[in-house]
């Protein structure tokens, strides 16, 4: 079974420092992987998703991922937050083998909260 | 285009009533879930379809119904509302299997009292 671990549920960082929001995932097949971002009383927007056709994934406002196979990571990285990127963050996994038709497993998701 | 829209946004229960959720997508996505979103505890899936007629309990069924009777609709029901259900409900439509991403919409913040 495929699961989800984000270490942290409350990061805070300066504004213009950088931004690492860590993920762990656990799967017995090659997984997809995906960020997702969620703004106060909104739904969830997709920031980035890992396919395996490049490790390193760049996605909208100036995040990034990387999937590391060996430290089965896939962590959120931005070099200079900004005030607007305050929101929850959540990691999540798909396996590839049988399609994962049950969806997507979600982490517990991390608040980052960005000081002036 | 309006992508994956719930209604409605609020909802106010007493214990032992009734209530359906409403999911509309307008992207011919063939699979749709509904999930709940607690403090803490992140997204759980209540069910999902994979296509129009058919459905299927995820992690936290109980206490909930869903049908899919026309393939852009994905009705969520509460037969006897429960406080332990009062929830964020979200639901999320996806093109497809793997690495089709998850669409969702703006949710429904429900309490049960």
């Known amino acids: 079974a495929q699961s989800v671990t984000q270490l942290g549920s409350h990061v805070s960082v300066s504004e213009g420092a950088l931004v690492l929001l860590r993920c762990n995932y656990s799967s017995s097949v090659p997984p997809y992987l995906f960020w997702y971002v969620q703004y106060p009383n909104q739904g969830l927007q997709l920031l980035l998703k890992?396919?395996?056709?490049?490790?390193l994934v760049k996605g909208i406002n100036g995040f990034e991922a990387e999937f590391k196979k060996s430290e089965t990571s896939f962590h959120l990285t931005k070099p200079s937050a900004h005030m607007s990127d305050a929101a929850e963050y959540f990691c999540a996994v798909s396996e590839y083998s049988g399609g994962g038709a049950d969806g997507l497993t979600f982490g517990k998701g991390t608040h980052l909260i960005i000081q002036p | 285009n309006a992508g994956v829209t719930q209604t409605p946004k609020f909802r106010v229960l007493k214990t032992g009533q009734s209530m359906t959720l409403l999911c509309a997508q307008d992207m011919n996505h063939e699979y749709m879930y509904w999930y709940r979103q607690d403090p803490g505890m992140g997204l759980r899936l209540i069910h999902y379809s994979v296509g129009e007629g058919t459905t299927a309990k995820g992690e936290v069924p109980d206490g909930y119904n869903v049908s899919r009777l026309k393939k852009q609709n994905f009705l969520l029901g509460l037969e006897s509302a429960a406080p332990s259900q009062t929830s964020v409900y979200f639901c999320?439509?996806?093109?497809?299997?793997?690495?089709?991403?998850?669409?969702f919409g703006n949710g429904t913040r429900l309490t049960v009292t």
């Open positions: 890992y396919t395996s056709a490049a490790t």
């Open positions: 999320a439509s996806r093109r497809g299997q793997g690495n089709s991403p998850l669409h």
